[in-house]
């Protein structure tokens, strides 16, 4: 079975300093992997995804992560935290088969500091 | 190009009430999802339709969730009768594909508050 972890479920940081959100997967095949957002009373927003492509994938705001198969990690990164960078984020992956459902993690709540 | 629109955006019910929670996909999109987040729980998935048809309903919980779509175009979700557990961030989401790959947009789901 597929799976995500997040290995944090806070994160404080200031503004204009570097952001890292953890995230370990586990998938017995090449997986599909997101970081959806989430700002307040607001949907979720797909930041980026990992599809085989290139192991170093860009978002949108800044934000990129790199997928390290020999670790098993999709870490998101962005070097200098916004204010409007506050939100939630998940770490998804894609269980493929016929309904490609995604399996989210536990989420990772991102506060910016002025 | 609208995105997934759902509605109510809030309810707030009493135990033993019924609630019907609707999702209008992104247009062409066949593939509509439905995941829940209970309080403190992580985001799980209820159920996958391709078009009208449901391909996967393993995540709904129990019997009192109903879900259609009817005509394959918007679907709804209907809760009956609603117990306190079923309180939690409803979401929809639709793709145009069915592929692990391929990008599923999410709506601003439905809060729904069962007292």
């Not at chain 1, 939100?87 to 493929?96: G, K, L, M, N, P």
């Not at chain 2, 996967?56 to 009192?64: I, K, L, Q, T, V």
């Amino acid at each position: 079975a597929q799976s995500v972890t997040q290995l944090d479920s806070h994160v404080s940081v200031s503004e204009g300093t570097p952001v890292l959100l953890r995230c370990n997967y586990s998938s017995s095949y090449s997986p599909s992997l997101f970081w959806y957002v989430q700002h307040p009373n607001k949907g979720l927003q797909l930041l980026l995804k990992y599809t085989s492509a290139a192991t170093l994938v860009k978002g949108i705001n800044g934000f990129e992560a790199e997928f390290k198969k020999s670790e098993t990690s999709f870490h998101l990164t962005k070097p200098s935290a916004h204010m409007s960078d506050a939100a939630e984020y998940f770490c998804v992956v894609s269980e493929r088969g016929a309904t490609n459902k995604l399996i989210f993690g536990t989420g990772t709540l991102l506060a910016v500091q002025p | 190009e609208a995105g997934v629109t759902q509605f109510p955006s809030h309810s707030v019910i009493e135990k033993g009430q019924t609630v019907t929670l609707r999702c209008d996909p992104i247009s062409g999109h066949d593939n509509l999802y439905w995941y829940r987040r209970v309080m403190g729980k992580e985001i799980k998935f209820l159920l996958h339709f391709v078009k009208e048809s449901k391909q996967d309903e393993s995540g709904m919980p129990n019997n009192r969730f109903l879900a259609e779509r009817t005509g394959g175009t918007y679907s709804t979700l209907k809760v009956q009768p609603a117990e306190l557990e079923d309180s939690g961030v409803y979401f929809c989401a639709s793709s145009h594909y069915q592929a692990s790959r391929e990008t599923q947009y999410f709506g601003p789901g439905t809060r729904l508050l069962v007292l």
